[in-house]
């Protein structure tokens, strides 16, 4: 599992995946997103905005990414 640390009150979907080293480029989080491909906390997520808190899970094709203050 893959954490990412927050700086601020929250990080942007698109952003975490970038960080974490999931999408190589913000285009490819785009895609991934877009597609269907990405859950946060077990929901199907298509917002490359959305909002992400301490505590919050995101799963990839099996990748865990955990967002932790």
């Known amino acids: ?6 700086r601020d009150e ?4 698109g952003q975490a995946l970038k960080v974490s ?3 190589a480029s913000g285009v490819d989080a ?5 597609s269907g491909q990405v859950k ?3 929901q199907t997520e298509y917002q490359r905005g959305k909002k ?3 505590g919050d899970m995101i799963e990839f ?4 990414i955990k967002i932790e203050k």
């Open 1 to 6: 599992m893959e954490i990412v640390k927050l």
């Open 10 to 13: 929250y990080i942007k979907l």
């Open 21 to 23: 080293g999931v999408a």
């Open 30 to 34: 785009k895609i991934m997103i877009q």
């Open 40 to 42: 946060v906390n077990g």
């Open 52 to 54: 992400l808190h301490d």
């Open 61 to 64: 094709e099996g990748e865990q």
